[in-house]
């Protein structure tokens, strides 16, 4: 029975110690340090040995702290701890609960480069601020913004726009002034709601705009919203308006795009946008209110 803890399965083992660990660390400390040639402000660069050591086995991903260890050695992060159940997934014995603190002071010691480096970003990092700044990344791939679909394409913006065109058959156009026209048969339909994208190539940028029916508490409504293809600092230098109305009446919209940052249903669930009550709608829409009839206006412009 392995020290301090049961075990999920009779094996025998030999496999390294965490005094392995530290050793093969150390060692792999001094080989970045001599055959890379580089010592950042917070320490050395790392290279492939040691990213070795600092990969979970289970999910592949770098492990920060508290990193957990079997008796025998075998390291795995707190996130996949719990989904084998406390068996280490190696030589399934009770992980219990040891921290293999060796391994949390090398990782201590490191600077990373941005898993983004060959989208453009060069920057190093310590080892413990390179998960926030990857989260954050301004290089970091941007999701596929078409709704009403699960679409997992992620690209920088030439590729996404390419991909909306291509593969979503998403309209495209030219200026900055809009004027479209939304028709739905039935109008009481939201399961399969009107979900429509159109994409305009405006100031050398590209906008989303976003036309839908969805449920707002037990009322059925319909929304549109522009949302920016870039981060929201950039979102911000810009501005757009919409409006819809017939008989004399009209309802407006002033706002600023939102980046595809944030995800569609963020956007819409926060009523960042013009919101159209079905009975107007219906009202808008003129006839025997039996068919949604809809022409929505606007125009982007760029603050001084």
């Not at 083992?13 to 093969?24: E, G, L, Q, R, W």
């Not at 979970?56 to 992060?77: A, F, K």
């Not at 949390?104 to 010691?109: G, T």
């Not at 230098?237 to 963020?266: C, M």
Request: net charge neutral; glycine share 8%.
């Amino acid at each position: 029975m392995a020290p301090g803890g049961s075990t999920c399965k009779e094996v025998i083992v030999s496999h390294p110690t965490v005094a392995d660990y530290d050793i093969k660390a150390e060692n792999n400390n001094s080989l970045a340090k001599t055959s890379i040639g580089l010592a950042g402000k917070h320490g050395i660069c790392s290279n492939n040995g040691v990213n070795e050591l600092l990969e979970c086995p289970v999910c592949r991903s770098l492990m920060y702290p508290p990193i957990h260890q079997c008796p025998n050695g075998h390291t795995l992060c707190s996130n996949c701890k719990n989904r084998v159940h406390n068996c280490c997934p190696t030589c399934r014995y009770d992980l219990g609960n040891i921290r293999c603190l060796a391994l949390e002071k090398v990782a201590e010691s490191l600077e990373l480069p941005c898993k983004y480096q060959g989208l453009g970003c060069h920057d190093i990092f310590p080892y413990y601020s390179k998960l926030n700044h990857e989260q954050h990344c301004h290089y970091r791939p941007y999701n596929c913004p078409y709704a009403g679909s699960e679409c997992s394409v992620t690209g920088d913006i030439p590729t996404l726009v390419a991909h909306l065109k291509n593969d979503h058959k998403v309209d495209m156009h030219n200026g900055c002034t809009f004027n479209h026209r939304y028709v739905k048969s039935d109008p009481n339909e939201v399961e399969n709601a009107t979900w429509m994208l159109t994409v305009f190539n405006c100031f050398g940028r590209q906008f989303c705009l976003h036309f839908e029916a969805f449920q707002l508490g037990m009322a059925l409504v319909y929304m549109a919203f522009l949302r920016f293809m870039g981060d929201d600092n950039e979102a911000k230098k810009f501005s757009y308006s919409l409006e819809v109305g017939a008989n004399g009446r009209k309802l407006t919209w002033q706002g600023v795009p939102r980046s595809i940052r944030d995800s569609h249903r963020k956007v819409r669930d926060s009523q960042d946008g013009l919101i159209i009550q079905r009975n107007l709608a219906l009202y808008f829409s003129g006839g025997d209110r039996q068919e949604l009839k809809l022409r929505i206006t606007g125009r982007i412009w760029k603050e001084e």
